[in-house]
């Protein structure tokens, strides 16, 4: 029996354990962009710093001006040395009265389809993922006291609220963090049985806008129509940031997004990608971008404008006449390509200013920004990493886009020089964001296998 | 020293104990908008209900499918019998960081200009103005035994809710209501030092709009612009309402709307309105209506739509790349003259479903409705009125528009046949609606006066 044999042995016998050390960490509240719950960040990270202590990683937990980064460490092995990248941080769970269960406290259920899945905030993004990688280092150690390669593992608790504290560090600790290869477990399969390989990111940029008219709730009787109203102005902004054909209107948007490349489209079209499917699956029919273009094209290659969130007002029982001071919302940009977030963020503010009446005022919050990204796939880890999932699910990983934005992905290029390989487990009904947020037991299972068959992969020559 | 000069005496001298009462029934938190506050409501009606039979009132509470309806009579003496109206509901609170003491613990407070004020949610709108007349009437049995005139009290608490359940109460009630004039104290002086009597009422049309995408909240990221967006679809309703003249769009809208008659143009531009005042006293400088109509135009002439309340997504701190599943809107519609309430109900109905994608729905409620008004001068009792108010004030009172709704005006004229006079003691600067509400202690003082004058003349032949 090889050394993998037994790792893999060893990791289906004690998938019991591994999903207690994982129910742990789910039970944090670890949600980074509330304030409130800074403290339960820094316990998840205390947690999973004492777990990673307990496998013979050098760990330190890093304070930031956000919440902490642990960086662990073993330097043992050849082959191919790897930088894992993973968040213990969460969205908020709201709203919880849409939670068949309690977001904090993870359930074992079985889905109408048989499948059995672990249902809690964060089960899949990206504590049940990233702790797959943990888990299969674990089977490792176990099996034969060492890892096959170098590997250091990054953890950060800022990836769900603009991520403002990693860049600095990437760049103080640039040299503890140098490695051969950037491992990410933070995306999706292709399907239930097909592996994947994102390769192309999509970037972000997150603003809040703020428009304020009167200096204080007017009753709209009295003042309605001569009293400016912060709702219709806002209204109006949002609703020009698309033209008829569903394009954003920003002056300059579209600068530095090519058509997709021939061989790429025809690559993506052989993945058989039904929008029907897609879009039915959450009870749509239409896919709602730009015209002429397929939900796939949309999500994976095409920039875009959605409102997160907006209010104004009262929004509370019943009915107030209200015209209210203040209306606000959340508006996000995803980027492809080279488009340049500081000039789409210009952009967007000199557009909403020129829409603000000489009497209002608007104030912006800048909630992050990060550039597409595209991997060079020639990098040899690719094809080892490709025939490790080949050989765990009995099919060629797909290399796929990714409508999301993992910033981590840039940073460890531009900063660290290294590409990135993102092998996440996922599935796309894994309601991430979502309430009743889920990771498939088999993800987390054979997640787990895969990142074992992956660290003796690298370990190989060629 | 005559009947109406020891009244008058009695008033003054007991205004600290008629305050107190004001101050007791500010305490009850009777939003009714809010189920949560039904108790509260019911309570408060039991303590009007109780001070009114303690005045020698034939009163009774009575039970509605909403808040109660208190019926109080005392029917003696001669000349135009009066039904007064009031409402003991308020209006929610909230913001409630923005009020300086506790909404529903009042206080007496003296302003920057020296003024001094009842602060409390409802100290205007409309316990303070109501208990006018309350202190009027006590001060005139105190003295004499008895009111000049029959006088029938009618206090209902859903006034900020939507009135539902007060039309089939005046159908029910009609006899014992039936009176030469009606009279309502929910509206405002013209300025500090000029009394007025409101002629003219917008109506009010109050919907609820709400629309639904996917069936749940989806990562922006891996659905952004391929998923409907129910906030981009509500935007692009809410801003289609208005052309960029100002005007709104709904077909049939302007139908029943007159230009204003020159003869109250004419009596409108003696009042020497300023614009730059009116809107400058809430920090804004420019009307934002009908382009070309002046802000009191535009507030007493003319029809709006304005955005109440609007929602939809992550609003809480920080940022959270939702799509979400839902998003809604209060919108009201202010009508003037001959406008139909359910045939612009209708209208903006039909306006929304069509801008709602096939697979997205829509769903309205309805905040109920109400037609402008516009009562008939030419009654005598608003001269014996208008009269009285000069003798307290020193001025004439002005005959105005008001911008607001108050549905009773045109349930009582159409329900009741009865011309109704509302004479109100309010100022521009009262914050009704807003968080800090205050009724100054003039306004009440001289407010009660002006009703034990007004009493006395409505007992006059002519």
Known sequence: MSDLDRVLARLDADLDPALERLFASLRFRSISTDPAHAADCRACAGFHAADLRSLGFETRVHDTPGQPIILAHRREGKGTSALFYGHYDVQPADPLELWESDPFEPVLVTLPDGTRAIR???????????????????????????????VTILLEGEEESGGASLPAF???????????????????????????????????????????????????????????????????????????????????????????????????????????????????????????????????????????????????????????????????????????????????????????????????????????????????????????????????????GCGGSIPVNLLFREKLGMEVINAGFGLADDRIHSPNEKYDLESFRRGARSWARILAALARAH
Chains 1, 2 share one sequence.
């Open 170 to 400: 990437l760049d103080a600790h640039a040299a503890a963090l140098r490695a051969d290869i950037g491992l990410v477990c933070d995306t999706s399969m292709w399907d239930r049985e097909t592996p994947a390989i994102t390769t192309m990111l999509r970037g972000l940029v997150g603003e809040e806008v703020t428009i304020r008219a009167a200096s204080r709730d007017l009753h709209s009787g009295y003042y309605g129509a001569a009293a400016a109203n912060p709702n219709r102005i806002l209204a109006r902004i949002l609703a020009d940031l698309h033209d008829d054909k569903g394009r954003v209107t920003l002056p300059g948007f579209y600068d530095g997004v090519p058509e997709l490349p021939e061989s790429l489209r025809a690559e993506w079209d052989r993945l058989g990608f039904s929008d029907a499917e897609f879009l039915g699956e959450v009870g749509l029919a239409l896919p709602a971008g730009e015209k002429g273009r397929s939900a796939l094209e949309q999500t994976w290659s095409r920039p875009t404008a959605e409102i997160n969130g907006m209010t104004g007002g009262y929004t509370g029982p019943g009915f107030k006449t209200v015209i209210p001071a203040v209306a606000s919302a959340k508006i996000s940009f995803r980027l492809v390509f080279d488009q340049d977030p500081q000039a789409i963020r210009e952009s967007f503010r000199a557009f909403v200013r020129e829409r603000v009446p000489a009497d209002c005022s608007v104030t912006f919050a800048d909630h992050g920004a990060s550039r597409a990204v595209a991997f060079d796939t020639s990098n040899p880890a690719f094809a080892k990493v490709r025939a490790a999932l080949a050989e765990e699910w009995g099919r060629e990983a797909a290399f796929i």
């Open 120 to 150: 809690a905030r964060g089960a899949a993004d990206d504590k049940g993922q990233f702790m797959t990688f943990v888990e299969a280092c674990r089977a490792w150690i176990a099996e034969t006291g060492e890892l096959p390669v170098p």
